[in-house]
């Protein structure tokens, strides 16, 4: 995971082309959102980090996502 911004209510990170963000079906791994729960873990110590995707991007699409760390914050950017 290419980490462009990292605090403790947020993280944006740079989503390649060709990885989906979320899973878009039961048991795909593979995904953004996958990447980015192992590196908190990893980074953080923490079994199971909260990831909050904020928006999405197509599977092609490359570019910024951002997301959320806490359930607070969610809910902040979706207000």
């Excluded at 990292?6 to 993280?11: I, K, T, V």
């Excluded at 593979?30 to 192992?38: F, G, I, N, S």
């Excluded at 079994?47 to 806490?70: C, F, M, N, Q, W």
């Amino acid at each position: 995971v290419r980490v462009l911004h990292e605090d403790r209510h947020l993280l944006i990170v740079d989503k390649p082309a060709g990885m989906p963000s979320i899973p878009s079906f039961e048991g795909e791994t593979e995904t953004l959102r996958d990447r980015v729960e192992r590196y908190l873990a990893i980074r953080h110590g923490v079994e199971r980090p909260y990831v909050g995707i904020v928006h999405r991007l197509d599977k092609e699409t490359s570019g910024a996502l951002a997301i959320a760390r806490t359930p607070e914050a969610q809910r902040a950017f979706q207000e």
